[in-house]
């Protein structure tokens, strides 16, 4: 049976996203995300089989939360192993966001979904780095803070990711609203 790997995300809208492409360049060895890539992830939730799919995707409708109004925040980085993989942009107000991942991961883990047990850090990917074109962490630095732009999410989304030679393409699976 194939395995379906699985994530729920916010997805910015249009005028965020441009927003967002146009802060991307200027940094040597970056692989910058596409339009299509561009999300702030609630849940990473891995690899299920269909059922355990359907049951994600049911439990998730019961998810309740007034739309949110968002702003970008500052650039930072995550790294793996001392070495930066990750360049991006900070979704605010974090507890708004926060309060929303923990109803998700809730809803996840009542349907046998093993809760996450990373921080959580409401952000939008913008670049990935190979392990032989990793900057230092000040390469956050050189990307010019967004100028203050606020959007409204009213919904969220289950996506099902599919790797690629070219990278990670996604799909929406359900959307359900907010508000």
């Known amino acids: ?23 991307m360049g200027g940094v040597t060895g970056a692989r910058w995300q596409d339009d299509a890539q561009l999300h702030c992830t609630l849940r990473f939730v891995g690899e299920v089989d269909r059922h355990q799919a359907e049951d994600i995707a049911a439990a998730l409708g019961a998810v309740r939360s007034e739309a949110l109004a968002l702003s970008l925040g500052p650039a930072g980085t995550f790294d793996r192993k001392g070495r930066v993989d990750t ?57 010019a803070p967004p100028v203050a732009h606020h959007f409204e999410v009213r919904h969220f989304e289950l996506f099902e990711s599919h790797l690629g030679a070219e990278g990670a393409i ?3 699976v359900a959307r359900y609203p907010l508000g």
Not at 4 to 21: D, E, G, Q, S
Not at 88 to 93: A, K, L, S, T
Not at 134 to 140: D, F, H, L, S
């Open 1 to 23: 049976m194939p395995l379906h790997r699985l994530f729920v995300a916010l997805r910015p809208p249009a005028v965020t996203r441009a927003l967002l492409a146009g802060l």
């Open 170 to 172: 996604y799909e929406t």
């Open 87 to 143: 360049l991006w942009i900070g979704v605010q107000p974090r507890a708004a966001v926060a309060a929303l991942h923990d109803r998700v991961d809730l809803a996840l883990r009542r349907v046998g979904v093993a809760p996450d047990d990373r921080a959580f850090v409401p952000h939008i990917t913008i670049a990935r780095f190979s392990r032989s074109d990793a900057p230092g962490p000040e390469v956050a630095s050189a990307i």
